[in-house]
């Protein structure tokens, strides 16, 4: 069953502390993709990679960081640096980066206290 | 400077009726465009895309339109049905260019029986 797995759906910590978001797909895809949604503001491109060991920043990278050591697997860690980390965030993989469909997780809700 | 822009915030038909979502964008390099569909604390799903060599595409009850020299694609629903109740995304992507998909803010479609 392919898909795109993330995890976990909730996540609270509290203010200071880094929290790391795991995603992980098994649709053999090059490119994954981190992207945060606002209320009213759509989704917003955090970070992506089109291969691993590579990945580039996206619109709103300050305060977040992301390894690509496994084909697989993209995950994303929250720092203390991001000023406002409460959001709902998404992340994407598709076969090749550019004019491919995007597949999307569930999302992660992550809260902080 | 918002690439994707989706104007209206809302959009309230009625059952059996026609739903046009509207998108507007103002990168030309732009050449691949793609609807999703999402449900509160999911992730987007893909829709339907349309790559620039066309100006339609259609797929069951969804047809896609775009108009190159206005920059504009339009998202035509028919006939809306209550599950289609969802925020919908525009996007796009440059095959050649910037590796990312870039998102509008969504329209929230409500569709009253």
């Known amino acids: 069953d392919g898909g795109i797995t993330q995890s976990p759906k909730y996540l609270f910590r509290k203010e200071g502390q880094n929290v790391t978001l795991s995603c992980e797909q098994n649709l053999n895809h090059d490119a994954m993709y981190w992207y945060r949604q606002d209320p009213g503001q759509g989704l917003r491109l955090i970070y992506y990679?089109?291969?691993?060991?590579?990945?580039q920043k996206g619109d709103i990278a300050e305060g977040y960081s992301v390894s690509r050591e496994k084909k697989e697997s993209f995950p994303l860690t929250v720092t203390s640096a991001q000023k406002n980390p409460t959001a709902f965030y998404l992340c994407a993989s598709s076969m090749r980066a550019g004019a491919t469909e995007a597949f999307f997780g569930q999302g992660t809700r992550l809260t902080v206290v | 400077d918002q690439q994707v822009k989706q104007n209206s915030p809302s959009l309230s038909v009625q059952e059996g009726r026609i739903s046009i979502l509207n998108c507007d964008y103002t990168n030309s390099m732009f050449d691949y465009f793609l609807w999703y569909k999402k449900y509160p604390a999911e992730g987007p799903t893909f829709l339907i895309s349309?790559?620039?060599?066309?100006d339609k595409n259609e797929d069951g009850r969804f047809t896609v339109f775009l108009n190159k020299s206005a920059k504009h694609l339009s998202l035509h629903i028919v006939p809306s049905q209550p599950g289609d109740s969802a925020v919908y995304f525009c996007?796009?992507?440059?095959?050649?260019?910037?590796?990312?998909?870039?998102f509008g803010k969504g329209t929230k479609l409500t569709v009253n029986p």
């Open positions: 349309i790559s620039s060599i066309k």
């Open positions: 996007a796009a992507s440059s095959q050649g260019g910037s590796e990312k998909l870039v």
């Open positions: 990679s089109q291969i691993v060991n590579d990945f």
